[in-house]
């Protein structure tokens, strides 16, 4: 800032040298200039002063030597010698008067400049007006000197005197000392400019020079000047000042380099620490996105990919597929050979099917036993075959711990946009479909709308039922069912009824498969259960003792608390446990004949009856149906009520009345309309029938008049058992 100040005022201010020798010159000058003109005036004044001199000499000597022509009226003589003196230098005009003014003498010299120039000949004819008219020049000195004689005057001598040669003198001597001045000034401004230049300018050029060379950087600057004056200790502050900005500077520099150092330090410890929390981060990342077991994406990851999937096939218009799998009876596993064995198990079964997936498809554990595939731009077909792909690859059983382990899995299949437009949906297809094909024993299943409890009305009739379950709000029908030969009442069908409020009445094939997607089947038949049996203990209040068939799902026979349940059931409401027959259906047992022997058996021990249900329409086996705690076989209504039109089925039913009879076998035939069949299956021999012919399912109150009636009267004692 201070040198662009400095470099803004050379600009325009003229040099400290050029200002000092102008200021000389001035003094100098101006010194100069008044000497001269005070020489010149004092100069002028003499030469004027010894012009009138010379004028008084001259006009003096002219009067004394004109008494005696004037005396003797010579005239002639006054004019030689006015003529004569007229000739002398500096003399214009020389004229005697008379006292009383009037010219004596005519002579006048016409050869002088003077005359020519102001009047013509034939003017100067008159003496005294041209000698007016020259002494109103200012030039002109005009002078009188009386001519005297005795004390008397006899006239006058009027004498012009010119300053003009002496003006003109003085003038040229004026020059000439203005001339020598001006030498004079310049050598001494010279001179003196020199003493300056040496004594001052130069220090104070070395001085800035310095400066210059500082401000540039040059720190090893040292400015010479050794006078003992104030430039002398400028420049000796100014090279003190020049070794401590040095000295700071170096110090600046190695503070400025060690902060340089620390800096550098700073940066390779920032770096070192971000690429380790990059590291940190990207282990975290994948911990977050992975699970810690198998090492597969988790359900954030799978879910992150499906919506990016999502997103793709959305734009390119093409789909993709979701596989769902759960293994099979890995709770079992789980349960007997532990939770570590189990943990072996999924790393297992995620490393062998990792291998079987493409690169570009996404593998991954939901949790449990779950586990997830994305199929990107895979339709149902594609879906299928890596399904396919799936299953084989889990057929070969596993090692585990020297264990073999033979493992299945179930998978259910999504796509997009079919199943799902986003992927909350389309994995709870999947899930359904995983559900389907677990239950059907099926491998792998395609989602179908018509299998979902989770569509809109599906999900609010799941939440409307379990309301009524909770608020009771359910009810029973009973369906007698009749012993043949004697037609008396031995029993009857406990059916579940829903009187929806707003939508009317709900057939149990629609709500009770929810309830069995859902769960809530075991809250459903506990109800169930325990209505039936408070039923049961009422009419027996009333001395009318009725066998009871309960319906019982598949999944009540997965559910091991239900022998205890239905054992403290019994007690609370002292029912006769072989007054109590569940029915369970031919595919209920071979889904899982292990399982449902387990509960059956348990049911047996506590004298309960049961009954196959729907008989004819599954592929029971006969070795398992042997095995099975079973009394009764319920011959499926297709059939019977068929037997009119169709010989076949006359023929299955003569077919399962005989199996039944030889495994020793009570059996029941239900969806008896017409009397027609009612009378084929007595010829038969079938032991008793259920239907519309008879009753349809009715409530308590109509039921008790039916069994009231004569036509049917009730007969527990005929229930029959041929074991
Ligand atoms: P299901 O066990 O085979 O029950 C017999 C079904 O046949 C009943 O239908 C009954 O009304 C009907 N039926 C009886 N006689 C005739 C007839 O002569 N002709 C015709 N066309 N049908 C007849 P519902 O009550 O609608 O029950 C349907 C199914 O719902 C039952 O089939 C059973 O599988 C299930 N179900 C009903 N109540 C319960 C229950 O409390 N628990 C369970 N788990 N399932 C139940
Ligand atoms: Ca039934």
């Not at 300018?201 to 060379?213: C, D, K, S």
């Not at 059939?639 to 020793?664: G, K, P």
């Amino acid at each position: 800032m201070f040198k662009s100040r400095i470099l803004s005022a050379g600009s325009w201010y003229p040099s400290l040298g050029r200002r000092f020798i102008l200021l000389v010159v001035i003094v100098l000058a101006s010194t100069m200039g008044v000497t001269t003109l005070v020489n010149y005036n004092s100069q002028n004044s003499l030469f004027l002063q010894n012009l009138q001199n010379k004028g008084s000499m001259v006009g003096r000597f002219l009067a004394e030597i004109s008494v005696e022509a004037i005396l003797s009226y010579d005239f002639v003589t006054l004019n030689d010698y006015v003529r004569d003196v007229t000739g002398g230098e500096d003399i214009v005009y020389a004229v005697i008067v008379s006292p009383d003014g009037k010219n004596m003498t005519s002579y006048l010299d016409f050869n002088d400049p003077y005359l020519r120039q102001i009047s013509t000949s034939a003017e100067l004819t008159q003496v005294m007006p041209v000698i007016k008219q020259l002494n109103s020049l200012p030039e002109i000195i005009s002078m009188e000197f009386p001519i005297l004689f005795g004390g008397k005057a006899l006239g006058n001598v009027v004498l012009g005197m010119t300053s003009k040669r002496v003006n003109d003198l003085s003038r040229q001597d004026l020059y000439r000392q203005l001339l020598g001045s001006g030498f004079i000034i310049l050598f001494l401004a010279a001179c003196i400019f020199l003493v300056f230049r040496i004594s001052a300018l130069r220090p104070i050029v070395r001085l800035v020079e310095g400066y210059r060379r500082v401000s540039q950087g040059d720190l090893d600057t040292v400015v010479n000047v050794s006078s003992d004056d104030e430039l002398g200790r400028l420049a000796l502050a100014f090279n003190k000042m020049v070794a401590k900005l040095k000295a700071s500077t170096q110090e600046k520099d190695t503070v400025l380099v060690q902060l340089q150092d620390l800096n550098a330090n700073l940066e390779s410890r920032v770096e070192e620490r971000t690429q380790e929390l990059a590291i940190v981060n990207k282990e975290l990342e994948h911990l977050a996105l992975h699970d810690p077991l198998t090492n597969l994406p988790n359900r954030s990851l799978i879910q992150d990919r499906l919506q990016q999937c999502v997103f793709e096939a959305k734009r390119d218009k093409h789909s993709f597929s979701v596989i769902m799998m759960d293994l099979d009876r890995f709770k079992e596993v789980n349960d007997t050979l532990g939770h570590n064995f189990g943990d072996l198990l999924l790393m297992e079964v995620g490393q062998r099917l990792r291998q079987v997936i493409r690169e570009t498809d996404t593998f991954g554990r939901l949790g449990g036993d779950e586990f997830a595939v994305i199929l990107p731009g895979a339709d149902i077909e594609t879906g299928m075959l890596v399904a396919n792909k799936l299953l084989t690859a889990l057929e070969d059983s596993i090692n585990i711990d020297g264990m073999e382990l033979s493992i299945s899995a179930s998978l259910g299949i999504a796509s997009f946009p079919e199943h799902g437009v986003n992927p909350s949906s389309l994995l709870k297809s999947a899930d359904v479909a995983m559900y389907e094909a677990k239950q059907n024993k099926e491998g792998y299943c395609v989602y179908q709308f018509n299998n979902d409890p989770n569509t809109p009305r599906r999900l609010s009739l799941m939440g409307e039922l379990r309301r009524a379950v909770a608020e009771d709000t359910l009810s029973l029908a009973f369906q007698p069912k009749i012993h043949l030969q004697s037609k008396k009442v031995i029993g009857a069908e406990v059916l579940l009824r829903w009187q929806h409020p707003d939508k009317g009445f709900i057939p149990p094939d629609e709500f009770i498969p929810l309830a069995e997607q859902t769960g809530l089947i075991k809250p459903l038949t506990e109800w169930v259960i325990r209505n039936a049996f408070e039923s049961y203990a009422r009419w027996c209040g009333s001395g009318l003792r009725v066998p009871l068939a309960i319906n019982l799902s598949m999944y009540n026979l997965r559910d091991n608390h239900l022998p205890g349940f239905v054992n403290s059931m019994l007690a609370q409401h002292h029912v006769q446990s072989s007054d109590i027959t569940f029915e369970i259906t031919e595919g209920t047992i071979m889904h899982d004949p292990l399982q449902t022997m387990k509960i059956l058996s348990a049911m047996e021990d506590m004298g309960i009856c049961l009954s196959i249900d729907d008989f004819g329409t599954g592929y029971s086996s006969l070795s398992n149906l042997k095995k099975l705690p079973v009394h009764e076989l319920k011959i499926d209504k297709a059939f019977v009520m068929d037997m009119a039109s169709d010989n076949d089925d006359v023929a299955i039913v003569r077919t399962i009345i005989d199996l039944a009879s030889n495994l020793r076998l009570s059996v029941v035939a239900e969806g008896v309309e017409s009397e027609h069949a009612f009378e084929l299956l007595k010829t038969m021999g079938c032991d008793s029938a259920q239907g519309y012919f008879i009753s349809k399912p009715i409530f308590e109150s109509e039921f008790l008049q039916f069994v009231a009636q004569r036509k049917f009267r009730l007969e527990p004692q005929l229930k029959i058992s041929r074991k």
